[in-house]
């Protein structure tokens, strides 16, 4: 007898529950992504919406790459065209892939491009594992507009079904975006090291 995604992630759920005391500690009793991720294009919160990138977001998305403080925490090269067009690509390639990426957010108001937040799909310490990620133009800085478009990820998420949990990858001198990960529901699990560079992991069970 078949098994729908459904009802195995109702499975999953269930367990997780069971599991959430020990907070995961064994890889044996980690539990599978559910695969595609759905799309999160036309999601709306109360100020923004989400859509799917296209490589011609490069235009607004060099705001970011030319600034030093956004890019701080991350491996480019400041004001690189290709490292902002290899970017946006990135998520691009994870659509085919498994249909997870970095979603444009925008104003509902506007429709002014604020940043790329979204749901990935990430290997830490051997474990499959759901990430929400969020990078913000510095001119939406200071708005609530991460912590809005996270909490949105995580209740698709939730709504879904897609895993046991999320978590989020930080920088550990990365103090605003530990912020936005306590703002949206998550509590620091332990120390990693993610593609060699050194991260906190923040999760929240679903």
């Known amino acids: 007898m078949s098994i729908t995604p459904q009802a195995r992630a109702r499975v999953f759920r269930e367990c997780a529950n069971i599991l959430r005391p020990l907070a995961c500690p064994h890889p044996?009793?980690?539990?599978?992504?559910?695969?595609?991720?759905?799309?999160?294009?036309?999601?709306?919160?109360?100020?923004?919406?989400?859509?799917?990138?296209?490589?011609?977001?490069?235009t607004w998305w060099m705001e970011y790459m030319n600034n030093a403080e956004a890019i701080r925490f991350m491996p480019f090269t400041l004001g690189s065209m290709a490292d902002c067009t290899g970017f946006i690509q990135r998520s691009l390639d994870r659509i085919?892939?498994?249909?997870?990426?970095?979603?444009?957010?925008?104003?509902?108001?506007?429709?002014?491009?604020?940043?790329?937040?979204?749901?990935?799909?990430?290997?830490?310490?051997?474990?499959?594992?759901?990430?929400?990620?969020?990078?913000?133009?510095?001119?939406?800085?200071?708005?609530?507009?991460?912590?809005?478009?996270?909490?949105?990820?995580?209740?698709?998420?939730?709504?879904?079904?897609?895993?046991?949990?999320?978590?989020?990858?930080?920088?550990h001198d990365n103090q605003k975006s530990q912020a936005v990960a306590r703002h949206n529901g998550m509590a620091f699990e332990k120390n990693t090291v993610h593609r060699g560079i050194p991260a906190m992991v923040f999760r929240a069970w679903l």
């Open 96 to 171: 085919a892939r498994d249909g997870s990426c970095l979603n444009v957010i925008s104003d509902r108001a506007t429709n002014k491009p604020l940043g790329l937040v979204g749901l990935l799909t990430q290997e830490v310490d051997g474990i499959a594992e759901l990430e929400i990620g969020y990078h913000l133009l510095p001119s939406a800085w200071g708005q609530g507009y991460a912590t809005e478009a996270a909490k949105a990820c995580l209740a698709f998420a939730r709504e879904h079904q897609l895993a046991p949990s999320v978590i989020s990858l930080i920088d």
């Open 28 to 58: 044996e009793l980690a539990m599978p992504i559910i695969l595609p991720i759905p799309s999160m294009a036309g999601t709306t919160t109360a100020r923004l919406i989400f859509r799917h990138p296209v490589l011609e977001d490069h």
